[in-house]
């Protein structure tokens, strides 16, 4: 099994862009899809980027994601930052039986 | 649109059983490309996934609980279910039911709104 590494917080301010990272640690990033959820407070999470970096529709084109192998690593990205971003962001792959997600990240828009 | 949503106690005693069942509607438990799943949040900390279940009775757990756990689904009522054994207070959490798609576009792309369940005396 491997576990997912994710910043505990990071702060940016408005119209501004953030990376958050997510760390794979056993076994290619690229082996199995990443996805990313958001969840505001109180709120169930919901899908930002799917399939490492395909948007549901909904989502503004404003979030983007990626996979880096050499760090073995995804990245959620957020550009023209809103107050409205601000929640907590899981990212969440799978292998052959099992699913892991995140710890999550906490992004304060300020 | 498809939704779900948890029932079941709201709180269990420590060394008990927990029991939820998540009811699906708008969508049916017995589509083939869906595997209907547990997920919970501790107070302030992340996502937990606990195991699924495939309308055909396949499962998988999270290692971690997997001899506690056992997920169920009863297609003639279009819903599925949680038995989590020997609670302790660890176990208070909200618990989510969520649809992972296995076909293609896959995600998580329905949850429930979630049950705060607590374990305490």
């Known amino acids: 099994n491997f576990m997912l590494t994710q910043p505990h917080s990071v702060s940016e301010s408005p119209g501004k862009t953030v990376t958050i990272s997510c760390t794979r640690s056993?076994?290619?990033?690229?082996?199995?899809?990443v996805q990313w959820y958001q969840q505001r407070p109180g709120s169930s999470p919901t899908t930002v980027i799917y399939?490492?970096?395909?948007?549901p529709s909904g989502v503004p084109d404003r979030f983007s994601g990626s996979i880096d192998s050499s760090s073995n690593s995804a990245s959620l990205t957020i550009s023209g930052l809103k107050t409205e971003d601000e929640a907590d962001y899981y990212c969440?792959?799978?292998?052959?039986?099992?699913?892991?997600f995140g710890g999550g990240t906490k992004l304060t828009v300020l | 649109q498809v939704q779900l949503q948890e029932s079941g106690p709201g709180l269990v005693k420590p060394s008990e059983t927990l029991s939820l069942t998540c009811t699906v509607s708008?969508?049916?438990?017995?589509?083939?490309?869906?595997?209907w799943s547990w997920i919970r949040q501790t107070p302030g900390k992340g996502l937990e996934w606990i195991g699924y279940?495939?309308?055909?009775?396949?499962?998988n757990y999270n290692p971690s609980l997997k001899s506690r756990v056992t997920i169920s689904v009863d297609t003639s009522k279009n819903r599925f279910s949680l038995k989590l054994t020997s609670v302790t207070a660890a176990d208070t959490a909200v618990y989510y039911c969520?649809?992972?798609?296995?076909?293609?576009?896959?995600?998580?792309?329905?949850w429930g709104q979630g049950t705060l369940v607590t374990v305490s005396s």
């Open positions: 399939e490492d970096n395909q948007r």
């Open positions: 708008g969508g049916s438990v017995s589509s083939g490309s869906y595997y």
């Open positions: 279940i495939h309308y055909s009775g396949s499962t």
């Open positions: 056993s076994g290619s990033i690229a082996s199995n899809y």
């Open positions: 969520a649809r992972w798609r296995s076909d293609s576009n896959h995600r998580f792309d329905y």
């Open positions: 969440q792959s799978y292998g052959s039986s099992n699913q892991v």
